[in-house]
């Protein structure tokens, strides 16, 4: 039997939405649903995971607004190449603020210590 596209936990505290969408960015940035690939419908992943389909459709409209997917008309929704370029940015911002830390004599630990804070912000 194949594993699940993604699963949502009613339970959890995370909204619906956002574990749909941090489930599948992770999948995407992870390279295990590659560039090209075909999702699900909204409405049928939103029938698979017992959601309504406004749900879904928010995960995925605010996937593409981050580049991560894109839509194309009634073709449906795919994992977008503008994600591997959005990685590519990322690298660069990264190798940037690693100069920029260095050269104000930050410690690697410090400067990492700061980007973790940065992101659960």
């Known amino acids: 039997m194949d594993e699940p596209l993604i699963t949502v936990d009613a339970d959890a505290p995370t909204p619906p939405f956002e574990q749909v969408r941090t489930q599948l960015a992770a999948r995407i940035n992870d390279r295990s649903l590659a560039v090209g690939t075909r999702l699900p419908t909204v409405r049928g992943l939103a029938a698979d995971l017992g959601l309504a389909a406004n749900t879904v459709a928010r995960a995925y409209r605010e996937l593409e607004e981050a580049g991560l997917v894109e839509t194309r008309g009634r073709a449906g929704t795919f994992v977008s190449a503008a994600g591997e370029r959005s990685r590519a940015a990322v690298q660069r911002a990264a190798g940037d603020y690693a100069a920029r830390a260095h050269a104000l004599g930050i410690s690697p ?6 980007v973790q804070a940065a992101l659960r912000a």
């Open 109 to 114: 630990t410090e400067a990492l210590a700061i």
